[in-house]
């Protein structure tokens, strides 16, 4: 699942794939930083997916 959130500092994705790591793409003026954020348990990066993409539209 990817989720996007665009904002006036640019735009930020969240991509989670069903396992244990989530990854948080930020772009912005021209720049790209990607970042893993990992979890002990899929079920708990689930959660936090869930919840903090929950406002956000699905790409």
């Given at each position: 699942?990817?989720?996007?959130?665009?904002?006036?500092?640019?735009?930020?994705?969240?991509?989670?794939?069903?396992?244990?790591?989530?990854?948080?793409?930020?772009?912005y003026?021209?720049?790209?930083?990607?970042?893993?954020?990992?979890?002990?348990?899929?079920?708990?990066?689930?959660g936090?997916?869930?919840?903090?993409?929950a406002?956000?539209?699905?790409?």
């Amino acid at each position: 699942m990817t989720r996007y959130h665009e904002n006036r500092d640019g735009q930020e994705f969240f991509e989670y794939h069903g396992n244990t790591a989530i990854e948080r793409i930020r772009r912005y003026r021209g720049r790209v930083r990607r970042e893993w954020l990992f979890f002990d348990s899929a079920e708990e990066a689930e959660g936090f997916f869930n919840e903090h993409c929950a406002s956000v539209e699905v790409a």
